[in-house]
C-alpha cells in the first residue's frame, strides 16, 4: 500500500491537538522511556529542546522493544494487570489529547468559498461585471443576484450534507477494551491515553502504538505499513537489540494493524498524531473514488461543453456576420452568449445529487442503516447479489441448547464451558451465543468446577481450524480441551476410541437437518505447562456434543420475498453445516430442498469454468473458507453488482471485493473498517430497505438529469437559432436566467419525489448512453415547440416575443417535468411529493403573474400580456405536454428497451 494511503486505515476522527504542554512535560510524568529519547531538563538549551520535541513528534519505538515489563511499567507510572486510574486517565487525556489522526475540518467557510469555484460562475461574473461597466446596472444586479441565490442553495444544502455525514460518524465509533481501575472496559477509542493497558484478539485493529505485555498465538496483518502480506508473530519478551524497522518489531503493535490470530495485552506508548502511522499521517491526501456513473457523466458533460461552446461560437460569429452594421450589440450579443451557455448546463446537479444523498442517508439512520459514505446509497440501489451469512441476519442468534450425544451428557455442558470465556485464567462472564447457551444450561451444581478450574494457556478460534482450545488445570491435574465443528473434533480423536461412530455422523446429521448447529467436545491427559496448535492434533477422547437452536426471525422470510420482488438474489455464504444451512434456506423459501446446498469441499473440486456457473445458479454455500467467500464473490462480480454482509474477521477478504461492503455494529475492526455501510441492528429487512432507498435516489436523480438536458438543449437551440433571424434577441440575457432561476426550483426538488414502485423492480444504472438519446429525442420536441411559439410571435415586435416565450418557456419545461418524472403514462404513475406540486405550482404563478408587475416590467422589460395570447400559450402547453408523453412512451416501448441494457 503506498504511503499515500497508510495512515488513511489509521482510526479517524477529528483531531484534538495535544497541549503545547504535552512535549514539555511527558519525560518527567513518564520517565526516560516515555515519548522522548532524553529526560526533559528545564535547563536544557533551546536547541536540545528542540531535538527532544522532535523524538515526541516522530514517535521513535526502537527503546521500547529491547525494556522489560518492569521497565516499561515503571516509565509510563501504571500497573499492567490493573491499568490506570480514571482519574490519571482524564489527567493524561488533557495533557496528550485524543488519539486520532489531525485530518482537514471542512468548516462553513469552506464550503461557501466551494460554492464560487466554478467556470460557469466565473462567466457569470464577467457578464455583470461588463454589465455594469456598460452602465447596465440593474442586469448587473440580478446576474449577481443569480449567482448569490444559486451558490446559496448549493451552500445550504452542502453544508447539511457535512452535518449528516458528522452525525452518521458518531454511530461507526471504533471502540477498545481497556484496564482501568483494575476492571475491563469498553471505550471510544478516540479515549485511550499513553500508559493504558489494552486487551486484543483477532479481528481487532490495533487502535494505537503499543508494547506488548503478554501474547497468545498472536499474529498481526502489518500490511498497511510495510506492504508485506504475511502476518508477523508477536511476543511480550525484550528484544536483544532495538530496532528500527517496522517488520523487526516484534514485540511492537501499531496503530491501524490488524490482529489476525492469537490474543494479547499490551501498553500503549503512542496516540493518534504521535504514533508511527501519525508521523505519515501529514502525507497522506485522500484519493476521491470516482464511480463508474460519475466517470460516464464526466464525459457526458464534457461532450456537453464542447457542443455547447461551438454552438455559441457559431453562433455569435453568425450573428456578427449577418448584423455587422451594429456593432453596438457586440457586447449585448457576449453576455447573451454567456447566458444561453449557463441555461443549458445542469449546474444544479451536484444539489440534487447531494440532497438526495443526505436525505436518503438520514431515512437510512432511522432504519439503522449507518452509511459511511454517501454515495455508497447509489452503490446499495446497485445491488443485484446480496450475499450473507444466516446467523444474527437470517436468524435470532440466541442460541438455547437443545439436545446432546454420547453418554457423558453433563460432561459436555461442563467441558464446554470449561473451554468457554476465560479472564486471568478464570470464568467469565459469556460474550458471544455458544458460551451464553451452554453457560445457561449448566448444571448449579457443576458452577463451582467451573469457577474453580484455571486456565494454563488458550489457543483462541480460528476460522481455519475451526476450533479452540485451553489448558485446563483441576485439583493438580491437567487437561487439553479442545471444542468446534463436529469434523474438525472427530479428526483429532484416538483411532482406538470406542464409540459408536455411525451414530455419532447420524446424530450431527439429524440435528443438522433441523437447524440446529453443533459443536463437538475432546479432552485429553495434558504434562506440560503450555500448549501450541500442534498439541491439538491428535490423541483425544470424545466428551460428547451439543446442539443449539437458532430460531429464523420472524421477518426474514418477508424480507427474501421483497428481495426478489426488487430484482435481487440472497445468497447465504456460510461456515455451518451444509445441513443447518440448508434447513434455514428451506424454511425461508431460498431453496427447496437441502439438496441444493453447495459445501465448500463440493465447490472446490469443480472445474474453474463451472464455478462460473454455479456461483449464479447455487444459492446456498456451506463450510465455506474466507478464501472461497472472496473466491465466489470476485466470480459473481465478473456479471454482477455484489453486495455482502459480513462481521468476523475471516469476513473482511470477501468485504473489500464486493461492490458493496455491510457490517453489523458489533462487528470485528477489521470488517467494520472494511465496510461501506454498517448496520446497527441486524437486520435483513433493513438491507433490502436500504437497496430499495439507494434505487430510489437513481431514479429521482437521473429524472433531473433527463429533464434538465431535453428542456435545456431545446430551448438553447431555439433560442439560439431564432437570434440569426431578427433584428433583435429573442430574449433578453436577464430573461434567461429568470427561466433558469425559476425552473430550477421544481428540479431541484424532484429528489424529493415518488417513484413507481415497477422503477423499484430492477437493480438500476446510470446508462449515459439512454439518457443522451432521451434527451435527444425529448429536446426536438421541446426546439419544435420552441419555433412554434417563434412563429406565433415574433412579428408582433421584440417586448411581445420575449414576454411570451418566457412564459411558454417556463410552463413547458414544468409540463415537461410532469410527463418526465415517470416512464409510464401520466394518469397510471405514481403521484409527485407535495414538494414537487408546491413549487411547480409557485414557480408556474409567478411566471404568469410576474409580467403584470412593476418588477417585472421595469427589472426584467416584460410586458403584460394579453388574455388570448395567454390563451395561445397555455393551449400549445398542453399539446406539447400530450406530444411528450406519446413520444416517451413511443421511446421506452421500442428503442429506449435496447438502450437500458447497453
Known amino acids: 500500500m503506498a504511503v499515500v494511503e497508510m495512515a488513511l486505515v489509521a482510526i479517524s476522527a477529528h483531531a484534538t491537538k495535544p497541549s503545547k504542554y504535552a512535549s514539555a512535560h511527558i519525560g518527567k510524568k513518564l520517565g526516560t522511556a516515555g515519548f522522548f529519547a532524553a529526560p526533559h531538563n528545564p535547563t536544557f538549551p533551546q536547541a536540545k529542546a528542540r531535538e527532544t ?3 515526541y513528534v516522530h514517535m521513535d519505538f526502537s527503546h521500547y522493544t529491547t525494556q522489560s515489563l518492569d521497565e516499561i511499567a515503571k516509565a509510563f507510572r501504571t500497573d499492567p494487570l490493573q491499568g490506570i486510574g480514571s482519574k490519571e486517565a482524564a489527567r493524561r487525556a488533557l495533557q496528550y489529547g485524543r488519539n486520532t489522526l489531525e485530518e482537514s475540518t471542512v468548516t462553513w467557510w469552506h464550503i461557501l468559498v466551494r460554492q464560487f ?33 444559486n451558490s446559496f442553495l448549493g451552500f445550504y444544502q452542502e453544508y447539511r450534507s457535512e452535518k449528516t455525514i458528522e452525525l452518521l460518524r458518531r454511530y461507526t465509533v471504533t471502540r477498545a477494551r481497556v ?35 503478554r501474547a497468545t498465538s498472536l499474529t498481526i496483518d502489518e500490511s498497511m505499513l510495510t506492504g508485506e502480506t504475511i502476518p508477523i508473530q508477536k511476543t511480550e519478551s525484550p528484544l536483544k537489540e532495538s530496532v528500527h524497522e517496522y517488520h523487526k518489531a516484534a514485540n511492537i503493535g501499531f496503530s491501524g494493524t490488524t490482529i489476525m490470530s492469537g490474543q494479547g495485552m499490551a501498553i500503549i506508548v503512542g496516540i493518534g498524531a504521535k504514533s508511527a502511522v501519525g508521523t505519515i499521517a501529514h502525507l497522506a491526501h485522500e484519493t476521491p473514488h470516482a464511480s463508474a456513473f460519475e466517470a460516464e457523466l464526466g464525459r457526458l458533460s464534457s461532450f456537453i461543453l464542447k457542443l455547447v461552446v461551438l454552438t455559441l461560437i457559431f453562433i455569435f460569429a453568425s450573428n456578427l456576420l449577418l448584423k455587422a452594421g451594429e456593432t453596438g450589440r457586440v457586447v449585448e450579443l457576449i453576455i447573451f452568449s454567456i447566458a444561453l451557455a449557463v441555461s443549458v448546463v445542469p449546474e444544479a446537479l451536484p444539489l440534487v445529487t447531494t440532497f438526495s444523498l443526505s436525505r436518503g442517508a438520514m431515512r437510512l439512520a432511522k432504519e439503522k442503516v449507518v452509511v459511511k459514505r454517501l454515495s455508497a446509497i447509489e452503490d446499495l440501489g446497485s445491488i443485484e447479489v446480496l450475499c450473507t451469512d444466516k446467523t444474527g441476519t437470517l436468524t435470532e442468534n440466541k442460541l438455547r441448547v437443545k439436545n446432546m450425544f454420547g453418554s457423558r451428557d453433563n460432561e459436555a455442558i461442563l467441558y464446554a464451558n470449561l473451554a468457554g470465556v476465560r479472564e486471568d485464567g478464570r470464568a467469565a462472564d459469556p460474550n458471544n451465543a455458544f458460551d451464553l447457551a451452554v453457560r445457561t444450561a449448566l448444571p448449579p451444581a457443576l458452577r463451582e468446577l467451573v469457577s474453580k478450574a484455571v486456565v494454563r494457556g488458550e489457543v483462541p478460534f480460528d476460522p481455519d481450524r475451526r476450533l479452540n482450545s485451553v489448558l485446563v488445570e483441576r485439583g493438580g491435574n491437567r487437561e487439553l480441551i479442545i471444542r468446534g465443528a463436529p469434523e474438525a473434533i472427530l479428526a483429532r480423536i484416538a483411532t482406538p476410541e470406542k464409540f459408536d461412530r455411525d451414530a455419532f455422523f447420524a446424530w450431527v446429521a439429524q440435528e443438522g437437518m433441523s437447524g440446529r448447529r453443533v459443536i463437538a467436545i475432546g479432552s485429553k491427559p495434558f504434562s506440560r505447562t503450555t500448549h501450541t496448535v500442534a498439541d491439538e492434533l491428535k490423541g483425544f477422547s470424545l466428551v460428547g456434543c451439543i446442539s443449539f437452536e437458532d430460531t429464523v426471525k420472524k421477518t426474514t422470510r418477508s424480507a427474501i420475498e421483497k428481495a426478489a420482488h426488487l430484482g435481487v438474489a440472497v445468497k447465504i455464504l456460510t461456515g455451518d453445516s451444509p445441513e443447518v444451512a440448508g434447513s434455514v434456506a428451506k424454511e425461508i423459501g431460498l431453496i427447496t430442498s437441502v439438496t441444493q446446498v453447495i459445501s465448500g469441499d463440493a465447490f472446490a473440486a469443480l472445474s474453474l469454468a463451472d464455478r462460473r456457473v454455479v456461483v449464479h445458479a447455487a444459492s446456498v454455500f456451506a463450510r465455506v473458507s474466507p478464501e472461497q467467500k472472496y473466491e465466489i464473490i470476485s466470480l459473481l462480480e465478473e456479471k454482477k453488482r455484489v453486495g455482502f454482509l459480513g462481521e468476523g474477521i475471516n469476513d473482511a477478504p470477501a468485504l473489500k471485493a464486493a461492490h458493496v461492503a455491510i457490517a453489523v455494529d458489533g462487528a470485528a475492526d477489521i470488517a467494520r473498517e472494511a465496510a461501506d455501510i454498517v448496520l446497527t441492528q441486524r437486520s435483513l429487512n433493513a438491507i433490502i430497505d436500504g437497496i430499495e432507498e439507494g434505487r430510489r435516489v437513481f431514479a429521482n436523480t437521473v429524472k433531473y438529469i433527463k429533464a434538465t438536458l431535453a428542456s435545456n438543449f431545446g430551448n438553447f437551440y431555439a433560442v439560439a437559432i431564432a437570434s440569426l433571424f431578427i433584428p433583435f434577441l429573442p430574449m433578453l440575457p436577464i430573461q434567461i436566467l429568470l427561466v433558469n432561476l425559476l425552473s430550477d426550483f421544481p428540479m431541484i426538488a424532484i429528489a424529493t419525489d415518488t ?98 408587475t412593476s418588477i417585472g416590467q421595469n427589472v426584467f422589460h416584460f410586458i403584460s400580456p394579453t388574455s388570448t395570447d395567454l390563451a395561445l400559450i397555455l393551449g400549445v402547453v398542453v399539446v406539447y405536454f400530450a406530444v411528450t408523453e406519446s413520444v416517451k412512451l413511443f421511446y421506452y416501448r421500442t428503442i429506449g428497451r435496447g438502450t437500458a441494457n447497453a
Open 53 to 55: 520535541m522532535i523524538h
Open 117 to 149: 469555484k466554478s467556470p460557469f460562475v466565473y462567466l457569470l461574473a464577467g457578464a455583470a461585471l461588463l454589465a455594469l461597466i456598460l452602465g447596465e446596472g440593474i442586469d448587473a444586479a440580478m446576474i449577481g443576484g443569480f449567482i448569490a441565490l
Open 179 to 213: 484496564l482501568r481501575d483494575g476492571s475491563e472496559i469498553s471505550i471510544d477509542a478516540t479515549l485511550l491515553v499513553p500508559g493504558d493497558t489494552i486487551i486484543l484478539k483477532a479481528g481487532d485493529i490495533v487502535p494505537a502504538d503499543v508494547r506488548f505485555i
Open 755 to 852: 417513484v413507481d414502485p415497477k422503477e423499484l423492480r430492477r437493480p438500476n444504472g446510470y446508462h449515459i448512453k439512454e439518457i443522451a438519446l432521451m434527451a435527444t429525442f425529448l429536446g426536438l420536441v421541446s426546439t419544435t415547440f420552441d419555433f412554434l411559439i417563434f412563429g406565433m410571435f415574433f412579428q408582433d415586435g421584440e417586448s411581445v416575443l420575449q414576454t411570451n416565450w418566457f412564459i411558454a418557456s417556463i410552463l413547458t419545461e414544468l409540463a415537461f417535468l410532469f410527463s418526465i418524472r415517470s416512464k409510464l403514462p401520466f394518469f397510471r404513475a405514481a403521484l409527485p411529493s407535495p414538494t414537487v406540486i408546491f413549487l411547480s405550482s409557485a414557480a408556474a404563478l409567478a411566471t404568469i403573474t410576474l409580467p403584470f
